[in-house]
């Protein structure tokens, strides 16, 4: 902030409070006249990186530029300069006394300062209490409640008058109106301590004080003043009685060890108990005597022992008392105070620790190198540069040197191979480039064999855990970096020249089992933890457990320089989804996802949808020897002559046939040794796939359904790119089950085998939508198989009569086509004027109609041109195109021609502008004919460009230069 007056420090809670730093930061503002409204980036600004880290987490899920200024400074002084501890602050106060070394004239001034601070008179009764310590060595807490005590049970939160023990008689002095607790007569010295601190439990054994005869002839004089409260922290230990793994409650102010009945009962339920003398008092004064005590063997860290343990009627928890303590001898580092309430305050000191494992940057895993093994004697790919639409230069170029700035790519001047790039637009309007690997180095590898985690390994490992969380790497490939030899590989061609990885990026075929080997390595000896690509789970058999492996995980992902994203992570779920099942506390669990589309599936209304369930049935009838009989009310109805019904028999038929088609007589679970099938279908107003095993026998069952219908501008897709569309739909829909495998696509649409055939590269002519989908699908291991429609009614079916859609049922865009009509503006073309004159066109409006619902073996001369690119024409917002070129309607032709010659550049630059923007059949011609019709371009055009005049340089001695 040059130019400002005064300095202001990053905040360092080392050196001073937060109020005192607040207060100067006031003065800094008036001063400097810093309005309100720039008071929040000024604090966010100064307070420093480790500060504002502290802050996101304390405001999570909100960020804090969007909180007041008032806020920020009452969230960091609620956690950085707490309300002080009133009884315990008095109490240091009254033994504050000339430290050794403190000279004579230091010694009143503090001591004066303490005095300013703490002292109140409305507080007496309490400073009373405290000054009648005799101890030197107290245990100070504190009871941190600011309302008046009531003198009739010396609690707190009500009045004398209202006080339930108004009538109850002292059983210490006799007297009626309060109770022992709260009695004034002369005080007798006992231990005191709370053993649960929940005001919502019974007051007569809710909070005990442990009595025990042999304590008190040992004189311990002790007092003990403790938070009671329900924030109360617990200290937990895990030891075996009698074999049995019980978790305690370490507590160092009871004397002895205690379990309640009910949990007694459970864990032990034929054990006997044992009479005892020994006396219990709880917190009001009132004695009673437990239940009986019995001998239990213990056993912790290969201690043994046998000790008693003492049941009472009822009580907060199990208590690891003091007499246990004298004979088991704990590992207090192991030992982590957690509770229900602070699982979610410790997970966020936690995050706090690790904040650079949550970096918006992209991490580079430390001391390990991905490597790629091409095959022997394979020769170098090297792929020309595809051409770059005009108006996505200068965006590729920005993403180009953003990747380069990083140290994600590097340019190069030579290399043998070379891979051609795929430009992206992003929905926030940005590129993402992709590599077609595919035609390049993924033909010519040994795929790495790397083996991903067994479903049944995974689960196993995570069984028995109460809570758990999931965490998301960040662009996981990109963190791993390339050994030097293999970066070359990994060379992209662009209209910038050559540009090499320095990273593993998305779309080699190698790059699962490389990262799965990777993650692997580096989360090995880690326990209740799981990894699959870049989705981590932890878990732990209780909260504190949890909190260790969590720990363990991001001490391990700093170490190694991974950065997560954490937007995408979840932290102590009650239950997570995982490698497509449900799985909690209880066990794993079959998500409703994989049948839904069948349950949901709503009753037919025509013909066409009952043929189409019956197609379903009739597909899988191997494994339904009875449907003929349950779906024969459905089968009248496609009688000829047959009259439309849908009656009660046919509901009852329909449910049933359902019931069948989800029952275990069908389902299969998935098998990781199975061939996978993934089939996939699009009717004008759905979309369905099925993924299945082909069985050993050649049959195929069933692992999941997917449907969904499709929305109002998906509806106005063509039919290949609804076909394309379902494919998508079910690749991400099943991304669990394929990703890291090799799997088959089965599609009924014929000419999607070509596009999305793994082994060609992208077609740069095909609509930008089919580009962006093949694109997505080279990150897959898969081959395509193509299945006439009639063999296909798996998913035709669930096509046909879609599971209805959650999603948004507006507008919605491909983004680079939205891009590229935007575009046409610059030109004085609009997509509306575009629009309304493609539906008036005479022959565009009939392309339009055909392009959206299939095309047919056509002989019109004039539907030729566009039959001949039929798969590669798309629809976006009511305008043709052909791939990322609009089809210009008659009517604007010329005035596009006149747009293009405006400038007289001549027919090859004409050309080029006009293949980044527009198209219609003969524009090439078109475009020549008007250039040789222009005067101005004739009379130049065989101009040869002159050179400009350069004079010799004057010698500098004689028989310098010769002239011939």
């Not at 008032?70 to 969230?75: L, M, P, Q």
């Not at 013909?607 to 009248?636: A, C, D, E, W």
């Not at 449907?707 to 063509?718: F, P, V």
């Amino acid at each position: 902030m040059a130019g400002y007056i005064g300095k202001i420090e990053n905040f360092d809670d080392g050196i001073e409070q937060w109020t005192s730093y607040t207060e100067r930061l006031e003065q800094y503002f008036a001063v400097n006249e810093i309005s309100n409204e720039k008071r929040v980036p000024a604090l966010l600004s100064l307070i420093g990186g480790k500060t504002y880290a502290l802050l996101r987490n304390l405001t999570t899920p909100d960020k804090p530029k969007d909180k007041s200024y008032d806020d920020i400074v009452k969230v960091l002084k609620e956690h950085l300069s707490p309300a002080p501890l009133v009884i315990a602050e008095r109490f240091r106060f009254h033994k504050r006394d000339q430290k050794s070394g403190e000279s004579i004239n230091e010694f009143p001034w503090q001591w004066k300062q303490l005095r300013k601070t703490h002292w109140s008179y409305k507080e007496n009764n309490q400073e009373s209490a405290v000054h009648k310590v005799k101890s030197q060595k107290p245990k100070v807490n504190s009871y941190q409640q600011k309302l008046i005590t009531c003198y009739r049970c010396n609690k707190q939160g009500h009045k004398a008058d209202t006080c339930r023990f108004k009538d109850q008689t002292c059983h210490k002095c006799k007297k009626k109106g309060h109770i022992q607790a709260a009695c004034r007569s002369k005080m007798i010295k006992r231990n005191v301590h709370s053993l649960n601190a929940d005001d919502s439990q019974n007051d007569e054994f809710g909070i005990y004080t442990v009595f025990a005869n042999k304590d008190t002839q040992k004189g311990n004089n002790d007092v003990g003043i403790y938070t009671v409260n329900s924030k109360t922290k617990e200290i937990t230990v895990d030891v075996k009685i009698d074999n049995k793994s019980v978790e305690m409650e370490v507590d160092t102010g009871s004397a002895l060890s205690i379990i309640p009945k009910k949990e007694f009962d459970q864990m032990f339920p034929n054990r006997k108990l044992d009479s005892t003398d020994v006396i219990l008092r709880t917190f009001s004064g009132e004695k009673f005597k437990p239940l009986g005590v019995t001998a239990v063997n213990v056993n912790y860290n290969d201690q043994s022992e046998v000790l008693s343990l003492y049941v009472v009627q009822k009580g907060g928890g199990i208590l690891f008392g003091r007499d246990w303590l004298r004979k088991i001898r704990l590992d207090w580092s192991k030992i982590n105070k957690v509770s229900v309430d602070n699982v979610n305050e410790k997970t966020k000191e936690l995050l706090a620790q690790h904040a650079s494992v949550f970096s918006d940057n992209i991490g580079c895993v430390n001391g390990i190198k991905g490597n790629l093994i091409m095959k022997d004697n394979v020769k170098p790919v090297f792929m020309k540069a595809r051409p770059i639409p005009y108006a996505l230069r200068p965006k590729v170029e920005q993403e180009l040197d953003r990747l380069e700035e990083e140290g994600i790519i590097t340019k190069v001047p030579t290399s043998e191979w070379a891979t051609p790039i795929v430009p992206v637009v992003k929905k926030s309007g940005g590129v993402r480039i992709c590599g077609d690997f595919k035609v390049t180095i993924n033909q010519q590898l040994q795929v790495d064999q790397y083996p991903l985690p067994r479903i049944d390994d995974i689960f196993a490992s995570l069984s028995g855990g109460e809570k758990y969380s999931k965490i998301d790497l960040r662009q996981a490939y990109l963190q791993l970096e390339m050994k030097e030899e293999s970066k070359k590989y990994l060379t992209i061609n662009t209209h910038r020249g050559l540009y090499q990885y320095n990273r593993m990026l998305f779309g080699v075929a190698s790059a699962p089992a490389i990262w799965q080997r990777t993650i692997d390595q580096i989360l090995q000896g880690l326990t209740g933890v799981q990894c699959i690509l870049d989705d981590m789970v932890i878990t732990g058999k209780n909260d504190r457990e949890h909190l260790v492996n969590l720990e363990k995980v991001m001490k391990r992902l700093e170490m190694y320089n991974l950065s997560v994203n954490k937007e995408k992570c979840k932290f102590f779920k009650d239950e997570i989804e995982f490698c497509g099942h449900k799985i909690d506390k209880h066990g794993l669990h079959k998500t409703e996802d994989k049948i839904k589309a069948i349950l949901d599936t709503p009753e037919p209304q025509n013909v066409t949808q009952v043929r189409s369930i019956l197609g379903l049935m009739n597909y899988y009838h191997k494994f339904l020897p009875n449907i003929s009989s349950v779906v024969r009310p459905l089968h009248r109805l496609l009688e000829k002559d047959a009259k439309w019904d849908w009656n009660e028999e046919c509901k009852v038929s329909f449910k049933r046939a359902k019931d069948l088609v989800t029952s275990e007589q069908v389902l299969c679970h998935y098998d990781p040794e199975l061939p996978i099938r993934l089939a996939c279908d699009a009717s004008p107003f759905g979309l369905g796939v099925v993924l299945s095993h082909k069985m050993q026998d050649g049959t195929e069952r069933p692992i999941a359904f997917a449907s969904r219908s499709l929305n109002k501008a998906e509806r106005n897709y063509s039919q290949i790119d609804k076909e394309a569309l379902g494919i998508i739909f079910g690749v991400k829909k099943f991304h669990t089950y394929l990703y890291g495998r090799k799997f088959t696509l089965i599609t009924d649409h014929m000419p999607l085998v070509s596009i999305f055939n793994p082994k060609k590269g992208i077609s740069t002519t095909s609509a930008a939508r089919l580009q962006r989908y093949a694109l997505f699908l080279s990150g897959y291991t898969y081959d395509i198989e193509y299945k006439n429609t009639n063999k296909h009614t798996n998913a035709d079916a669930l096509s046909r009569i879609p599971q209805e859609s959650t999603e948004a049922d507006g507008e919605e865009f491909d983004a680079v086509d939205v891009f590229m009509l935007k575009q046409l503006e610059h030109l004085s073309l609009t997509n509306n004027n575009i629009r309304r004159e493609t539906a008036r066109d005479k022959i565009l409006s009939r392309v339009y109609e055909l392009v959206q619902k299939g095309w047919t073996v056509n002989d019109d001369i004039d539907l030729k041109p566009y039959f001949n690119r039929k798969n590669e024409l798309s629809i976006s917002q009511g305008c043709l195109q052909w791939g990322i070129r609009t089809i210009v309607p008659t009517k604007f032709r010329q005035q596009t021609l006149e747009l293009l010659h405006s400038a007289h550049p001549g027919v090859v630059k004409m050309k080029l502008l006009a293949r980044s923007y527009v198209w219609w059949p003969r524009i090439d011609s078109e475009i020549e004919s008007l250039a040789k019709s222009c005067s101005g371009c004739q009379k130049h055009h065989r101009n040869p460009k002159q050179s400009p005049l350069h004079p010799w340089e004057w010698p500098s001695s004689p028989w310098k230069r010769i002239t011939y």
